[in-house]
């Protein structure tokens, strides 16, 4: 299957970026362990799968400021980055990254984050860095894959959007 990696068109890509399929089947969680001055995070298995699937209308969505995005594409889009520059801290936050399930392990995201990173580095920034969910066990092994690690946990901050779930912040230098 071939693909290039394309700047996202807003309004041309916006549909396809809608469709994509952001669901994903886990057998195991992570749970936060802290200590006075540690965290960590502890794989625990499920006694049944868990599935999720991520709001996908929340991409274009009136206070997601992002401010670059690029798609994977081969006739179709089949995975979607967009990231969001913050100079102050020299930080590119990645706001999302999305791949089309039958795209999974074939490269997009690797080749999307590649991307990702050359961006940061032609805005000076000095890593990337990622928010994501403690139920999303296949995304935070694929990003540690890929070289970003735990640089953060946030228990409080999902409330009642995403009840039981905690913030995981992962990071990678350039």
């Known amino acids: 299957m071939t ?3 394309r700047e ?3 309004i041309a890509d916006k549909r396809g970026v809608e469709a994509l399929d952001t669901s994903f089947e ?3 969680v992570f749970d936060l362990v802290t200590g ?3 965290i960590e995070l502890v794989e625990r298995p499920l006694a049944q799968p868990l599935s999720k699937t ?3 209308d929340e991409v274009f969505a009136h206070w997601a400021s992002w401010e670059h995005g690029w798609v994977a594409d081969d006739g179709g889009v089949r995975g979607f980055a ?3 520059n913050e100079p102050w801290n020299q930080r590119l936050n ?3 990254l999305y791949i089309s399930p039958e795209w999974r392990r074939r490269g997009v995201g690797r080749a999307l984050l590649e991307r990702v990173e050359a961006h940061g580095r032609s805005v000076g920034a000095s890593h ?3 928010e994501t969910s403690n139920v999303n066990v296949p995304g935070v092994n694929a990003y540690n894959r890929l070289g970003y690690h735990l640089c953060g946990a946030d228990t409080l901050i999902y409330g009642e959007y995403a009840p039981g779930e905690t913030a995981i912040y992962l990071a990678k230098m350039l």
């Open 36 to 38: 006075a001055r540690s």
């Open 128 to 130: 990337v860095w990622l």
């Open 54 to 56: 991520y709001a996908i």
């Open 94 to 96: 990645l706001w999302f």
């Open 3 to 5: 693909f290039t990696i």
């Open 82 to 84: 967009c990231v969001e």
């Open 8 to 10: 996202l068109d807003r």
């Open 26 to 28: 886990t057998s195991s």
